[in-house]
Structure formats: structure tokens, C-alpha cells
């Protein structure tokens, strides 16, 4: 009996982990379809003769580096695809399909069931930015509070959704007009907050809205934008990131 416990016990330390990193990469990716096609996700768009995955991949983990993590790729847009590519390189991770688009709110749900660790790491499938995130893992780890990876909105001229900080509390506050804060697509939030917050699952379609925002009450982690911050969501975007992808982040041979 008690060679089994100790069996049981070695299993769960070889299954455990200390982050779950949920990758959201199941969106329809609309603005982009004029430069990638209408069959592309966008996670897959090419960048040269690779595509964004996979400058992705190195990405999270060059910058968890020591950090014992697992992968869990939220699938709903061009899935198929994205499993082929998967499948092709061989990755152990986890997939959560969605079978109907209700937003990232209900998807990360779905993937956090998948979750082997009570830590999270919620990023975006089409940013990444110069970061090592050992520093405020450790400061997430001994906290019980959430935090959301910021940058200064340099285009407060055009209207986009985003942050303050509030002066008081110092936490972030969702703003509609001209923030002075926009989200960099990475989010430290504990699991057993994601059921707290549920409700009617149409009822919260994006995870970093108002209503959520004011849930979470997140901490604000400030990265300073040294046009290191690659986002592929919009045509010009993706543009910039066919030079400065390769340039910034190279990949390794």
C-alpha cells in the first residue's frame, strides 16, 4: 500500500508543472485575411520562409527559461491546421477546441479544465515582446492577486480600448477613451479565479473587458516599448513583422 502512494506521489510530481501557458489562437483573424488568405489562422501567418508560430514557440520559451511549464493552444478558427503543424513538430501540449466562437472568456474556461498547474500565463497567439518573466513569476507565485503585462499607448491620438492605473489602489481600470495604457497580451491570473468569475458563459465574452477587469482588478507589470512589441493583428502590423520579426527574434538553427 504504501509502495503504491509513493508510485501515485512520483507520478503527479512527473505530471505537475509550475505554469499552464494558455496560448488564444482560436479567433476568425478578420483584418488580416487580405495579405493571408481566407483558409490561414493567423497564428500560422508566414513570416519569410517560417511562420508566426514559430517564432512564438521560441519566444515563450526563451523567455520562461528556468520555469517548468506545459502548453495549451486554445483551437477554434482554422484548428485543423493548426493540430497539422503541431502534430508535424512533434509537441507534447494540450489542445482545447472551441466549438463555437463566445470569445476568449469561455475559451480560456474550456483550457483551464486542461490545466495541470493553479498558475497561469493567458497570452495572446499573435504578440510577443522582449521580456523574461522569472521576476514576476516569483512575485505572482507568492501573491494572490493577478497581473497584466502594459505598455504606454504611444497612439493616444487614436482611440483604443485600454488602461489606467488607478492612483489610489495602483491596480488597473479598463478605459475606453484615449488610455494612457495598452494591454502587451499577457496575463498572470491563479485558475480558481476563472470559476469564481463565471456566470452565464455569454455573459462575459472577453476576458480583459470592463466588466472582468473590474473582477480581476489586476496589477499593472509596465514593459517599456522599445518597438521590441510585435503584434501581427492588422495588415500594417503584420507588415512591420516581416522585417522586424526575424531581425528581433531569430530563430535558432
Known sequence: HLKKKKLIGLFKLLIMCDLSVIILCGGLGTRLRSKIGNETPKILAPIGDYCFFDYLLQWIDDSLDEISYELIFCLGYGSRKIEDKINKLKLKVSL?????????????????????????????????????????????????????????????????????????????????????????GALFLKKVYLESFKKKREDINQLLDKELIAKINPYPIKVKNKFDFIDIGTPEDYQYAQTKLPDLYPLKK
Open 96 to 184: 482545447s477546441f472551441e466549438e463555437k466562437q463566445l470569445g476568449t472568456y469561455p475559451a480560456v474556461l474550456d483550457a483551464s479544465k486542461l490545466a495541470k498547474s493553479e498558475n497561469l500565463l493567458i497570452i495572446n497567439g499573435d504578440t510577443l515582446f522582449k521580456m523574461k518573466f522569472e521576476k514576476y513569476f516569483q512575485i505572482f507565485l507568492n501573491s494572490s492577486d493577478s497581473f497584466l503585462f502594459i505598455t504606454e499607448n504611444n497612439l493616444k491620438k487614436t482611440k483604443k480600448n485600454g488602461y489606467k492605473i488607478n492612483r489610489n489602489s495602483g491596480r488597473l481600470e479598463y478605459s475606453e477613451a484615449y488610455p494612457a495604457y495598452i494591454s502587451m
